[in-house]
């Protein structure tokens, strides 16, 4: 995921400060008065600019208990359509097809009153009318945390899971079991959802899967959707629902949630970004949330289509990818965190429950029901698969096939 505090690549621990230094001071800090006041001016219209341009006209606002606000936005005025390839888009309400073997919670004739089996709590407050779909609105306090206001929600130049790791710099690390070998057509996955510490504001702990093609640092194309908790993007340590993209190695293209155009949503009952409640109890009540991914109309130009839980919540265009309009190459799933070295030390920032997977059961995070469609258009569970496992120390993975355990505390004495 993106650092947020900078472009997403690595950057050594005193480069990092510097940079969140130089943005998050005092305007004081820097030369003349008339200079200070001429550059507040830029940032603050940078800022109202890039906010208006954000927010869409909303038909309905909604204050959520949680301090966010959500503006029910018409379906056909949604970001999406500013991208140039999707101007003269069609909007899809529903998939064409859903792939044979999917087991979903209800039928795909759900109804539209019907609840979700985890919620989100603007909803206590409203509900957005047909026609609208929700989006978490932008705030000022969003934009300046990210520096530049045009970096809100993106991330740049950044890997997807691999098992590279240096204790001077800072760390993506993970715990990821990833299958490749094969063309993909689709993928589901169910994810206990936890509310895992953060040790530092500019850190985050996710749970998420990714579906990719292309080389990265090249042409890398992905789709990705998860839970996850980020204070410097969100502004709280909630544990929120997430999707991205990207058509080039996160260099120009992708973004989080709805913050770009791009992905088109059609579902008026779930927010990106907002939070997703309840969370799972240590050695009790486990809440689950399950995605499905599916490219309809395989032989042709399909659209990738993402349902989250009952609900056909919307779909990735193929129009935007380069290599990912046809198959992905690999599939992954698992947890990520942003490790920062403070002070010489592992982080204590958690992943998952903040429990090894050793644990087991009601203890440890899960990800199971875990299958793909493979290149003969078959849902199977994962055949070609490998873990990714940066420092098992501080997060873990144990693997049984199609399902897995995996998370840990972070720094503890055999992760110092």
């Known amino acids: 995921m993106a650092l947020p505090c900078g472009s997403g690549r690595r950057w050594t621990r005193a480069a990092m400060m510097t940079f969140c230094l130089f943005f998050l001071m005092p305007m004081s800090s820097f030369g003349s008065r008339n200079t200070n006041t001429i550059f507040d001016k830029k940032q603050k219209l940078e800022v109202q600019q890039q906010l208006k341009h954000l927010n869409r006209p909303a038909l309905k ?5 949680d301090g966010d606000i959500i503006d029910c936005v018409n379906i056909n005025k949604q970001p999406a359509f500013d991208h140039p390839l999707l101007k003269n888009h069609t909007i899809q309400m529903r998939p064409s097809s859903y792939p044979e073997g999917f087991s979903f919670d209800e039928s795909n004739d759900v109804s539209s009153n019907s609840e979700p089996k985890f919620t989100q709590p603007w909803k206590l407050n409203g509900r957005c009318p047909e026609g609208t779909i929700p989006i978490r609105r932008t705030k000022e306090e969003d934009l300046l945390r990210a520096g ?7 991330k740049k130049h950044h890997s997807i899971p691999s098992a590279q790791y240096s204790a001077d710099q800072v760390i993506h690390e993970y715990a990821v079991l990833s299958e490749q070998g094969d063309k993909y057509y689709g993928m589901m996955a169910e994810i206990n959802v936890w509310n895992p510490h953060t040790q530092q504001t500019t850190e985050f702990s996710l749970s998420q ?8 640092g090249q042409d890398l194309n992905t789709i990705e959707a998860g839970i996850m908790v980020h204070e410097y993007l969100y502004g709280d340590n909630n544990t929120r629902l997430f999707t991205y993209w990207t058509d080039d190695s996160y260099q120009n293209t992708g973004c989080y949630n709805l913050v ?3 992905f088109v949503q059609v579902n008026n009952q779930i927010a990106m970004g907002a939070t997703i409640t309840p969370y ?14 599916w490219k309809v109309d395989i032989n042709g130009s399909g659209d990738w289509w993402m349902k989250i839980g009952d609900r056909d919540f919307g ?3 193929s129009s935007i990818f380069s290599i990912l309009s046809n198959s992905a190459s690999s599939v992954q799933w698992g947890g990520e965190v942003i490790n920062l070295m403070q002070d010489g030390q592992h982080t204590t920032t958690q992943m998952g429950s903040g429990h090894f997977p050793e644990e087991g059961p009601g203890k440890a995070s899960f990800f199971q029901n875990l299958n793909v469609i493979d290149g003969l258009k078959t849902l199977t569970g994962p055949r070609n698969s490998q873990t990714i496992i940066t420092n098992p120390n501080c997060y873990n993975l144990i693997n049984s096939g199609d399902s897995f355990y995996f998370g840990g505390p972070g720094r503890n004495p055999n992760c110092p």
Do not use: L
């Not at 606002?61 to 208990?65: L, Q």
């Not at 799972?280 to 991914?293: L, P």
């Open 61 to 65: 606002s909604i204050k959520s208990p």
């Open 260 to 262: 770009c155009s791009g």
């Open 315 to 317: 779909y990735w265009p």
């Open 148 to 154: 530049f206001a045009a970096n809100y929600g993106r």
């Open 209 to 216: 899967f990714w579906m990719t093609a292309g080389r990265h």
């Open 280 to 293: 799972s109890n240590y050695d009790g009540t486990q809440s689950a949330v399950k995605f499905y991914v």
